[in-house]
């Protein structure tokens, strides 16, 4: 869990975003957004036979992403097909 949100991603095989950030959970996360300046971030899991392959994360830092459901699930599934590339 010392991966922060990125593990958490990769080991559920569930997207996660986050508009904005409250607060953090981990140091990890704390650090990365820190030193990116990262405003939003989305992490996706690339998932191939219910396996994690790899994870793309996008993040803005100039301002909030404000994606809705439909712009995510457009996102998510871009990275299945670059899942099933990966495999």
Known sequence: EEGGMAYLVWKRKKSLYLPKFKYFDFAFDEYIVKNTGAKSILHIPLVVQDRSVGLLT???????????????????????QVAGVIN
């Open 58 to 80: 996008f993040s803005n830092s100039t301002e909030e992403m404000k994606l809705s459901r439909k712009e995510i699930n457009s996102l998510e599934n871009l990275c299945t």
